[in-house]
């Protein structure tokens, strides 16, 4: 998800190797014994968009078979700036007049996730600043999340028509004490205490450290030792103290459950339970209640099926009014007020919900087996 919503017309990089032009959007060139990827959109914070995705598809692809990477590095060329997520105003423009272009460019992005995934070399993604939708899909399955001390995780697609994509929801929901439900539903930001703390970072490390570590995987130092070296335990979130009170309210078997465990809570998280349920009013009915099947039914899939589940609700989501009024309220107008349709949980039926979840008749996102990703072409 972009919170800025910029739109790129630059022509999609090559990922050739050797020196990059500055002005494009991503940067992907190996460096000694390291292939690097260089979000360089900082006008957009670094937003990406599907030629930006395509590019680094392809340089992951080429490295794979590549002995002489070591390790592939994500980074970010703007100081305090990582990744806002996708580009949603190029989601939204194609939707309209080129819905078929956008259902193969969530595809791609689906299958860009697999693929980290499925990657068989060390990568580190070196992260200070906001890392949301778009931004948590290509760093969230790599071996080592480096968090600087701006670090904030992210998945606010509630607030916008959408739900956590990019194969989240099999992360989060496998996190403790309902926290994953609690972060998909809300789009609460992580301060890299928290992340640590549920392992969506492996390392937190200062800023200023990053051209250290870069420096070491293009010199192929073992990833592990260069990381734990500088590694700064950041010791206890604020998320800490709300477990109990979010394991209460967030273990709710309905999206209206929660709101009225939210209601009832006292004491001292009475102020944050009053701040979650206004905030929760604001996003849209049909996307908390997408967002808590989804959730729900997770701890039953592996990552590729929850990225076909994935694919089959953001192409439903193409063809419904939320996506397309959540962007107008938020990027075009700014507003601060879509009109959700419908507008109350009440009105968003069980039948509605499985609808967006239910296989495609136009065609199942088609992901390899693991075994075939890791496998190296003649």
Known sequence: MDENGGHSEKPAPTGGEGAAAPELDVIVAADG????????????????????????????????RDPAIYAVLVASAADGVFCAGGDLKEMTDWGKTRRADARAALAAEYALNWRLDCFSKPTVALMDGVVMGSGVGITLYGTHRVAGENYRFAMPETGVGLFPDVGTSWVLA??????????????????????????????????????????????????????????????????????????????????????????????????????????????????????????????????????????????????????????????????????????????????????YIAPLALGELELPSRDEMQAVAP
Not at 44 to 52: D, F, I, P, Y
Request: glycine share 6%.
């Open 33 to 64: 014994a390291a292939g690097i990827v260089t979000l360089n959109r900082p006008a957009a914070r670094n937003a990406l968009t599907t030629a930006m995705r395509a590019a680094i598809a392809d340089g992951f692809r080429r490295w794979g």
């Open 174 to 355: 496998r996190l403790p004490d309902d926290i994953g439900m609690y972060l998909a539903l809300t789009g609460r930001a992580v301060s890299p205490a928290d992340a640590y703390q549920l392992g969506l970072v492996t390392h937190c490390i200062p800023a200023a450290r990053f051209g250290e570590i870069r420096a070491a995987l293009c010199g192929a130092d073992p990833v592990d030792p260069v990381l734990e070296l500088l590694h700064d335990d950041p010791g206890l979130g604020e998320l800490e103290a709300l477990r109990p009170a979010i394991a209460r309210c967030f273990s709710a078997p309905t999206v209206e459950a929660v709101l009225a465990r939210l209601r009832a809570e006292r004491g001292l998280v009475q102020t944050w339970a009053e701040g979650v349920l206004e905030a929760l009013q604001a996003r849209s009915p049909t996307s908390l209640k997408i967002t808590h099947r989804l959730l729900a039914l997770a701890p039953t899939l592996d990552l590729r099926e929850c990225l076909i589940h994935d694919y089959r609700i953001a192409c439903r989501c193409l063809e419904a009014h939320d996506l397309y009024e959540g962007v107008r309220a938020l990027l075009v107008d700014r507003d601060q007020t879509p009109r959700w349709q419908p507008a109350g949980l009440e009105d968003v039926t069980e039948a509605m919900v499985a609808a």
